[in-house]
């Protein structure tokens, strides 16, 4: 069967199960834009890159299959740099298909050329030329099996025009040959036993939960191995759903913002179980300092994460589900731990207790708290609720007043921190999950860089809720500046009333409500959850002097936390150049 | 790095042979990792094996203040690096070309400074003449300043390749 190159790559794409994909066109990819049309592949126009490939990633986030971006060359491949860079960092399973001027032009500085290869080499898991149509149905394949396997990444297809207008012999590969690429997630019966030597004997042991146990689809195996030691879990950022909220074993976040309880936790412990978490600076803080007297467990798919940041006493490299099923059969034949952990867990709950996330909403309902729409949001919506955040304060306060019971409930851009993810992540969310209610939570600075993609939901039919926290400031930045820059507040004020966020959502086709007050705030809410034929906004108007807390100052100890304003001073002194 | 294996402020230097496939762009990927990551590469050089498909490249890089097993680990990673072998200097066969253009107002003292590392005239005239030597590349360095003294009018060392010692 003799196909083009365009027709081989849509088959090709059809071949790896792709069911949405998420795209604009242009010139160089217009030859693979005509198969699209008789193709079962739906097709989500968007109206940014940008949006394509975080759409690309909140839809991997909540399925766990690879998302899929399709744009043409250019400027079309630079405005996808940004969702290629955060789904690297995240970790996230993702093929973007770029065009490409013809194989001819390329170097000749031709229009809607750039290097696309180059520019992503360092923001890709790998990523390919192509230079033959018959190469199209190989690389694809391949594409698919480097982005979901292994430690999970986004790669990136660039796809000349001529390459995609030329005829091939269609023929799918039934084998994969990369010779340099064999991820190892069988793990080291060794490693194990050595764990669970170090398990047993600790006084004081935690775990440190992070994004590859969601990967692994590892949720069920962590909450077998937690029954059956009684450890206590913190999840990170990336892993906020993996344990749920209500065990009473979990301690929350931790981190920068994290719990007091987790963040004390790692502090004072004797042993880390860091299960799928990479060390990341935001738990850390100044690592000096960082959990100064405990041993180290580090399970990574990832053998380079392994004393990247901390030497581990024993590294397991492999899949953290494989890990966990070998460590509970290990513990089970060890016959278990016989150190009494009594006083570790009084002393944890004896931190629970005292440092609880605290905020008041005054009886008034002015000004409005955004923790307070946060619980009423959580308390007025589905359980299984998929919640969306961008980057910033309200990004915080969703991850520590949500209640996540569930994996898969949670999406955010961690490791990169997109500013403007909240909005396309919760519309491609929303597409793989389409059953499942929605809610993006967002700043109103982020809402301002990528709103305009609201009109995609509306068009195409993606009722995607959205809740701005509008306190009219880019408000993890004045949190920064009132403490470490005496209060000079530069360049972050955005103002509560431009844009007109009611105005813009009804001009961009979906439903748009005001909130200032906190007893509007659950009627808003259910009148929200009744609209399911358009998106929905509503422009919540928050208290632009709340701050995140707890704190612990950028560059300092973990044991230097801050629990809320009154530690705002020792917060001021200790604070060093802020990163 | 907690994990450094190196300390001291002398350049520590090792060498990683990194067997790749020989496809476009493998060179750029291996410096963009080095650059990005801040590792520094001292040297480097490559070229195609006995199987066409392959290139071996030679990566010498000073590991003072760098995580040796960090930087293999990340080039484990690049889907087209094969093989990653890290050779200490004491257990491996090192080598390097050197060409230089020297004045040589007396090329016989030239020709005999040459001699003694085992190089050679490849070219001359009436002012200058080329120089070849292939050697260790301390004994290169050796030369190097052996012939400063000549004039070393344009020089090019080709950076060193390396194999394991057989043993036995």
Known sequence: ?579 | MTDTSATGGEPSLHIFSVLVENRFGVLARIAGLFSRRGFNIFSLAVAPTDDPSRSRISIVVDVHNTDVTQIAKQLDKLVNVLDITELQPESSVERELMLARVAASDAEAVRQVINEFGGSVVDSNAEEVIISVHAHPSELDLCETALRKFGILELQRTGRIALGHLGG
């Open chain 1, 1 to 579: 069967m003799e196909l083009t190159g365009a027709q081989a790559l849509v088959k090709s794409l059809e071949m790896c199960d792709v069911e949405v994909m998420f795209g604009l066109p242009g010139g160089a990819i217009l030859p693979v834009y005509d198969p699209i049309l008789d193709s079962k592949i739906r097709h989500v126009l968007v109206r940014h890159e940008q949006g394509a490939g975080h759409m690309a990633q909140g839809y991997a986030h909540v399925t766990g299959k690879p998302g899929v971006a399709i744009v043409t060359s250019g400027p079309a491949a630079t405005n996808i740099v940004t969702p290629l860079c955060d789904a690297y960092m995240d970790s996230i399973p993702m093929v973007a298909i770029t065009g490409q001027v013809a194989l001819a032009s390329i170097g000749s500085d031709a229009f809607q050329e750039c290097d696309t290869t180059g520019i992503t080499m360092a923001v890709t898991k790998h990523n390919y030329l192509v230079t033959d149509p018959a190469d199209i149905p190989r690389i694809v394949k391949e594409a698919f099996h480097i982005a979901t396997t292994g430690r999970p990444g986004p790669v990136l297809i660039d796809v000349p025009k001529d390459v995609s207008n030329q005829v091939m012999e269609w023929h799918w590969p039934d084998e994969i040959d990369l010779p340099g690429y064999a991820p190892i997630t069988e793990v080291d019966a060794d490693k194990i036993a050595a764990a669970i030597e170090l398990i047993c004997a600790a006084e004081k042991p935690v775990i440190y939960a992070g994004g590859g146990l969601l990967k692994a689809h590892a949720a069920d195996a962590l909450q077998r191995f937690v029954d059956l030691t009684g450890i206590h879990v913190a999840t990170t950022l990336m892993a906020r759903g993996v344990f749920p909220d209500e065990d009473p074993l979990c301690l929350g976040m931790p981190g920068m913002h994290g719990n007091y309880s987790a963040v004390m936790a790692f502090q004072r412990s004797d042993l880390l179980i860091n299960l799928g978490a990479r060390f990341d600076d935001r738990v850390t803080g100044n690592t000096e300092f960082f959990a100064p007297d405990a041993k180290i467990i580090h399970v990574d798919i990832d053998p380079a994460e392994h004393g990247k940041v901390r030497r581990p006493d024993v590294p397991i490299q492999g899949d953290a589900r494989r890990a966990l099923e070998a460590l509970i059969a290990k513990y089970e034949t060890s016959g278990g731990s016989a150190v009494d952990r009594s006083e570790w867990k009084s002393t944890i709950s004896g931190w629970q207790e005292q440092h609880p996330l605290q905020y008041e909403q005054a009886d008034s309902g002015f000004p409005l708290k955004p923790q307070f729409v946060l619980e009423q949001l959580r308390d007025n919506t589905p359980d299984d609720t998929i919640v969306v955040a961008g980057v910033g304060q309200h990004q915080m306060w969703a991850s520590q007043f949500w209640k996540f019971n569930y994996p898969y409930t949670w999406v955010n851009s961690g490791g990169l921190g997109t500013m403007g993810f909240a909005v396309p992540a919760a519309i491609g969310a929303k597409a793989g999950q389409p059953d499942r209610m929605v809610w993006a939570i967002d700043g109103d600075g982020c809402f301002q860089m990528t709103a305009q993609e609201l009109i995609t939901a509306a068009a195409e039919n993606i009722p995607v809720k959205i809740a701005i926290l509008n306190n009219a400031y880019l408000g993890m930045v004045r949190q920064w500046q009132e403490l470490f820059y005496d209060e000079r507040y530069s360049e972050v004020y955005l103002s509560p009333d431009h844009p007109d966020y009611v105005g813009w959502a009804e001009a961009m086709g979906c439903a748009g409500i005001r909130v200032e007050s906190a007893d509007e705030v659950v009627p808003a809410i259910e009148k929200a959850n009744a609209i399911n034929d358009r998106p929905v906004v509503i422009d919540f108007r928050v208290d632009a002097f709340e701050k995140v807390y707890p704190m612990v100052p950028a560059g300092g100890s973990n044991d230097d936390i801050i629990l809320g304003p009154e530690g705002d001073a020792d917060a001021k002194a200790k604070g060093t150049a802020p990163s």
